[in-house]
């Protein structure tokens, strides 16, 4: 049964809301990475190996419950799905902010990502049932930069006088909140199997899944160390905090202007240029030695992950109107993010930034190469946003 109220669709004004709310939620590790791994590694004493495990615990959570929903998302009682979801993981990060020891933190973690991934799962699938989902994955885009904004404004500061705590109570307050609001989560028009694709997903669209899952472990790679990275760069804390703010401001841009792009643009060529243009920023954040030159770099960085993003989940949404792929949106995007932390954490203490930096450009490159593939495999598919679009 769904908890919903009739009326309430994805392109309702209600509706719209309700998704805002839930993909920002489910998203938040896009925007807290790095206030994230800093807290743990300032406030519980964990080196960048064990933070990034941590946290890698909450995406690896979140991938394998986006695995399971995702080909599942037809036939789950979406509302209770959501509701229940950010209900259980606001409940394990108020857990979290009660104790210390990393094999508790990491547990909870888990059972946090799970919650959370089931819920973002469902949440990602109805946005691809929209009338538009372009432009809903746009508008909600939007809403997430807007909640950065928010975020960065507020909590690091409020950590550094409470404590490292006081960010799992944020995301249990978070959490908590969406799950209310799923109350009344909008349903989505049934659709017999034949019109919705039920058989295996085209090759063209795991390609173009793999291309955003190389970049979604570069984003993880280089966001979640650059508090360290100023840190250690001899930056102060009030400076790198700047720098989350700028990227905050910086966030309202790419998802409302890809938004504007829609019928403008090529899908797959603005993956082209994204891909290696987010390596090279994460090159230039990592081996950045003065202030200007990380700032900048840093305050764009996620923003190019989440202007492609925008385009790629449109024509994913076209390559399977089942939007069975779009279920899975989490597990594309955390798959990456849940190695990128412990990855670089690891990276990061046995090779220093510059084997941080060499990494990117190799994941950049493996990126570049799957959209390279969805260009060659199936040539129409370079335009097919454009075209479906019109």
């Known amino acids: 049964m769904q908890i919903t109220p009739s009326g309430s669709a994805p392109d309702s004004r209600r509706g719209r809301a ?22 743990l590694v300032r406030y519980y004493g964990f080196d960048l190996e064990h933070a990034g495990m941590t946290v890698t615990a909450f995406l690896l959570g979140a991938v394998a419950a986006s695995l399971v929903a995702a080909p599942l998302f037809n036939r789950l009682p979406r509302g209770a799905c959501v509701v229940a979801g950010y209900g259980c993981a606001a409940l394990a990060f108020g857990a979290a902010s009660q104790v210390t020891n990393f094999g508790v933190l990491a547990l909870l973690h888990l059972a946090a990502g799970i919650a ?9 699938g109805t946005i691809g049932r929209s009338a538009n989902p372009h432009r809903l994955f746009a508008i909600v885009g939007t809403a997430l930069g807007v909640g950065a904004v928010v975020f960065y404004a507020a909590v690091p500061p409020a950590v550094a006088v409470h404590g490292g705590s ?3 109570k944020v995301f249990a307050g978070l959490m908590a909140a969406a799950s209310l609001a799923a109350l009344g989560f909008p349903p989505v028009a049934g659709r017999s199997a034949a019109s919705h694709g039920a058989g295996p997903l085209p090759r063209v669209a795991w390609f173009a899944i793999f291309g955003v899952s190389c970049m979604a472990l570069n984003q993880a790679l280089t966001f979640s160390m650059l508090d360290r990275i100023g840190i250690m760069r001899g930056f102060s804390q009030e400076q790198v905090n700047g720098v989350l703010v700028a990227c905050g401001l910086v966030n309202l841009v790419p998802a409302a202007l890809a938004g504007f792009l829609e019928k403008r643009l090529n899908a797959v060529r ?32 996620a923003a190019v ?4 993003h925008t385009f790629l989940f449109g024509l994913i949404a076209r390559l399977d109107p089942s939007s069975r792929a779009l279920a899975s949106t989490p597990a594309m995007m955390m798959t990456g993010s849940a190695i990128g932390p412990a990855l670089a954490g690891a990276v990061a203490m046995r090779f220093g930034f510059e084997g941080q930096a060499l990494l990117a450009l190799l994941v950049g490159a493996a990126a ?18 454009m075209r479906a679009a019109d």
């Open 368 to 385: 570049t190469g799957w959209f390279l593939l969805v260009a060659h495999r199936t040539p129409a598919a370079a335009s097919v946003a």
């Open 18 to 39: 309700i998704l805002m709310l839930c993909h920002f939620v489910g998203m938040v590790d896009l925007v807290a990475l790095p206030v994230w791994v800093g807290a």
């Open 270 to 301: 603005v993956a082209l240029v994204a891909a290696p243009l987010q390596a090279a920023l994460a090159v230039a954040v990592t081996l950045s030695t003065g202030y200007m030159q990380y700032a900048l770099a840093a305050s764009v960085y």
């Open 116 to 124: 959370a991934g089931t819920a973002l799962s469902v949440t990602h």
């Open 166 to 168: 006081l960010l799992f």
């Open 305 to 308: 992950l989440i202007f492609m």
